[in-house]
Each structure stands twice: as C-alpha cells, then as structure tokens.
C-alpha cells in the first residue's frame, strides 16, 4: 500500500464550487504540506503543517485553506473554485525527528481541473 | 524570498554524462536538495548537501558550494529511464521551521 495517498486522484469542477482534497499518510511523520504544480514553475508551497495544532502559509496560499484533522491527514480546500486553479496538486509528509535532510515524500498527485 | 534558477531543458545521449546546474539567492540556507519525477510521477528525493563538496550515490552526485550559491547534479553512463525532471529545491529557516523552496525543474531528454 502506498505511504501517502491523495483522493481524488482527478476531478473537473466548476468555477465557484467548493472543492476538497484529501491527503492521507502511514509514514508516522509530523510534517505534511501542500503544493501546487503548473508546468514550468515546478512546485510551490500552498500550505504546511509541522503537527496537528500547527498551520502555516506558504507562498501561495490565498484562495486556498487546510485543515489538519489528525497527524495523518491533512486536506486543501478551494473554497470558490477559478480556472486559475487548474493544476496538479500534491501533498508531501516529512519526518523532523530522525531525517537530518527533511527529504519529503509525494503522494500521486491531484489533477484539478476547474472550468 | 528565495529564488533558483536552473536551465529549462537539457538533451544528452544513452551512456554519456550530464551536468545540471542550480544557483539560488536565498536567506536561512540550510541546504540543497535534488528531487526527479518522470510524466505523470511524483517527486521523488535523489539527494542532499548541507556542507560544501560532492554527495556520491550511484549513477548520481550532488555537488555545492555554498560561497557561491550554486549547486549542480551530475548523471553518469546516463540510461534512457533516466528521462524524467529534475528538481533542484533549497532548504531554508524561517520563524516557522526549516521548509523547501523548489526550483523550475529541468527537462532531462536521453536520447539513444
């Protein structure tokens, strides 16, 4: 079974909906986040979360909000859905304890498309 | 802010080596980080310099220099499933903890 999985795994939506997209992980880390992919600008931070009662902007955050409901999951939401959104989302845990390079591991990724 | 610059897309041959460089301006560094995802993948971690020199691992090394904000990835006896994008990403501090700042990615092409 995979460490980190991502549900959906593609979805279509429309502009204004309200989307959720869920993040679970088996790895027992304390570190989960959020990343946008668009072709050509790589991976940039949505959000990030280093334990459950902690939640932190990254570099694009605005039009997007988190929720840590438990060590194990963490999920994004685009609370008004804008094609601008259009992109492939990926969620990424991390373990501060044992792991001296913070090496981050991806879940599948979230196809959105947003018309 | 953090920003790194590496080329956009790189082309080699079936068993030649390949240089991928990465410069970076950024505050709170920490260390440089490679990660290569191939069409339709996730990101996976290939290696890590927190101090100046060469990381060997295989078919892949890792250099930085930290004087000059520069890092590169180099690949020997390069194979076609080597295909993929390469990620340089930088490690940095701020007030909230120690999180990472990815690069545009480079396309790897190998060719036969």
């Known amino acids: 079974d995979a460490d980190v999985t991502q549900t959906p795994r593609n979805r279509i939506t429309k502009t204004g909906k309200r989307i959720m997209l869920e993040c679970s992980q088996t790895?027992?880390?304390?570190?989960m986040y959020w990343y946008r992919q668009d072709p050509g600008l790589g991976l940039r931070l949505i959000y990030y979360s280093f334990d459950v009662k902690d939640i932190n902007k990254g570099e694009i955050s605005d039009g997007y909000s988190v929720s840590r409901q438990a060590q194990a999951k963490f999920s994004l939401s685009l609370e008004s859905a804008i094609p601008n959104q259009t992109a492939l989302y990926f969620c990424?845990?991390?373990?501060?304890?044992?792991?001296?390079?913070?090496?981050?591991?991806f879940g599948p990724g979230t196809r959105l498309t947003v018309l | 802010g953090q920003s790194l610059e590496q080329p956009s897309e790189v082309t080699a041959v079936e068993g030649a080596i390949v240089q991928i460089n990465c410069t970076y301006q950024t505050s709170g560094f920490y260390g440089l980080s490679w990660y290569q995802q191939h069409d339709g993948g996730a990101p996976t971690f290939l290696s890590y310099n927190a101090l100046d020199g060469l990381e060997e691992t295989g078919r892949f090394s890792s250099f930085l220099s930290r004087s000059d904000s520069y890092g590169y990835l180099l690949l020997q006896e390069l194979q076609m499933k080597d295909s993929a994008s390469y990620f340089c990403a930088v490690r940095v501090y701020n007030n909230a903890g120690n999180m990472l700042t990815f690069g545009g990615g480079t396309r790897l092409m190998v060719k036969p």
């Open positions: 790895k027992g880390h304390d570190r």
């Open positions: 990424a845990t991390s373990d501060s304890g044992t792991d001296s390079t913070d090496t981050q591991y």
